[in-house]
């Protein structure tokens, strides 16, 4: 049995950064990456905020993933 305190290598999660590092890439879609470079910053912004932001976001992506191909 392994201690629960140690990180192995073959664990399904990974570190992704620091607690409010934002660490967002290109998607490759315009107005998805739009849309997640407006969540930089969600961590200094009161959490009573967070829902609200979070529904935005998630309205926009659905409109830019329903969209028709160009």
């Known amino acids: 049995?392994?201690?629960?305190?140690?990180?192995?290598?073959?664990?399904?999660?990974?570190?992704?950064?620091?607690?409010?590092?934002?660490?967002?890439?290109s998607t490759g879609v315009a107005e998805v990456d739009a849309v997640l470079a407006s969540l930089d910053g969600l961590a200094d912004r009161p959490v009573a905020e967070h829902v609200a932001v979070f529904e935005q976001a998630h309205d926009r992506l659905r409109r830019a993933l329903d969209a028709p191909a160009d």
């Open 1 to 25: 049995m392994r201690d629960m305190d140690q990180q192995h290598p073959d664990d399904e999660t990974q570190d992704r950064g620091s607690a409010g590092t934002d660490t967002a890439g």
